[in-house]
């Protein structure tokens, strides 16, 4: 049984910073490409950011492109968000998932097979 579980968010003042990490278990994690997603209330779930199996390439979506930094370690099975510079539009329930089809460059949702239950990152102004 595949899981997926996402830790590291909370309530943070706008300028800060957080770290969300997410432990897989129950698949080979280094023969999947993961990412992060988020989604506001009210709104659809959007791409944050990828990396490929091995991390050798990552993408991140233009909303976070130089405040947001994925990563992973194949040896704990986990992959990382580093979320620095937040602000209030970054408040959403933030999700990790695992997937082997298509790029690390498309971003789409259909490509992911996995999904972890989400976090939630609150931004205050």
């Known amino acids: 049984q595949v899981q997926l579980v996402e830790s590291g968010g909370g309530l943070v003042q706008a300028g800060g910073s957080l770290r969300l990490s997410c432990a897989a278990s129950?698949?080979?994690?280094?023969?999947?490409?993961m990412g992060w997603f988020r989604q506001a209330p009210g709104k659809e779930r959007e791409f944050v950011a990828a990396?490929?199996?091995?991390?050798?390439?990552?993408y991140h979506a233009d909303s976070v492109k130089g405040r947001f930094t994925i990563s992973r370690d194949n040896t704990k099975n986990t992959v990382y968000l580093q979320m620095n510079s937040l602000k209030p539009e970054d408040t959403a329930v933030y999700y990790c998932?695992?997937?082997?089809?298509?790029?690390?460059?498309?971003?789409?949702?259909?490509?992911?097979?996995?999904w972890g239950q989400g976090t939630q990152v609150t931004v205050s102004s």
């Open positions: 990396i490929s199996w091995s991390g050798g390439a990552t």
């Open positions: 129950g698949l080979t994690f280094s023969g999947y490409r």
């Open positions: 998932a695992a997937g082997r089809r298509g790029s690390v460059y498309s971003g789409a949702i259909g490509e992911y097979d996995y």
